[in-house]
T-cell receptor, first 110, second 111 residues
Framework: AQRVTQPEKLLSVFKGAPVELKCNYSYSGSPELFWYVQYSRQRLQLLLRHISRESIKGFTADLNKGETSFHLKKPFAQEEDSAMYYCALSGRGNTGKLIFGQGTTLQVKP | NAGVTQTPKFQVLKTGQSMTLQCAQDMNHNSMYWYRQDPGMGLRLIYYSASEGTTDKGEVPNGYNVSRLNKREFSLRLESAAPSQTSVYFC??????????FGAGTRLSVL
């Protein structure tokens, strides 16, 4: 079965601290993984996708097929990073459907 | 460039009432989706439409119907609203890249 698990509902860190939001997935084929972010009073938007292998707003995520993980990392958190983060999976040739994790709220304290 | 537009933004219904949530996109995308967002559950797919004229059930379709009116518009209908349908509803669209673009959401309360 296809599944995305984000084990933490809430992650609270201080400004300047490293951040790691965990994401594990279950998929039998070769998935495409995404991180979406929802800032307060804004719509959900793409943060990054694994095939792009880029850093957005200082965030990176590496697909680890052995551990079936796609953790989101940032070395130094900023207050403006406070938001809800969703990990999502799309199967190849899957008409673009996404399976979302439960979401993790990141709270960066001053 | 509006992207994905949803109406209404807020709605309160009584149990048993019906309503239609509207969604339109101006990006010429083939695929459109309806999700519901509930605390601790993430976003769950209700229905999707891979192209104009086709619709398919997602993870939680019960109690909902959809219409892909044309390439731009994809509506979600609740025929007889229930309190369990209290949620925030998101419409999204995508093209071949699989990147989905979301609307601002509709916050629905069923009393």
């Amino acid at each position: 079965a296809q599944r995305v698990t984000q084990p933490e509902k809430l992650l609270s860190v201080f400004k300047g601290a490293p951040v790691e939001l965990k994401c594990n997935y279950s998929y039998s084929g070769s998935p495409e993984l995404f991180w979406y972010v929802q800032y307060s009073r804004q719509r959900l938007q793409l943060l990054l996708r694994h095939i792009s292998r880029e850093s957005i707003k200082g965030f990176t995520a590496d697909l680890n097929k052995g551990e079936t993980s796609f953790h989101l990392k940032k070395p130094f958190a900023q207050e403006e990073d406070s938001a809800m983060y969703y990990c999502a999976l799309s199967g190849r040739g899957n008409t673009g459907k996404l399976i979302f994790g439960q979401g993790t709220t990141l709270q960066v304290k001053p | 460039n509006a992207g994905v537009t949803q109406t209404p933004k807020f709605q309160v219904l009584k149990t048993g009432q019906s309503m239609t949530l509207q969604c339109a996109q101006d990006m010429n995308h083939n695929s459109m989706y309806w999700y519901r967002q509930d605390p601790g559950m993430g976003l769950r797919l209700i229905y999707y439409s891979a192209s104009e004229g086709t619709t398919d059930k997602g993870e939680v379709p019960n109690g909902y119907n959809v219409s892909r009116l044309n390439k731009r518009e994809f509506s979600l209908r609740l025929e007889s609203a229930a309190p369990s349908q209290t949620s925030v509803y998101f419409c999204a669209s995508s093209e071949a890249s699989n990147i989905q673009y979301f609307g601002a959401g509709t916050r629905l309360s069923v009393l």
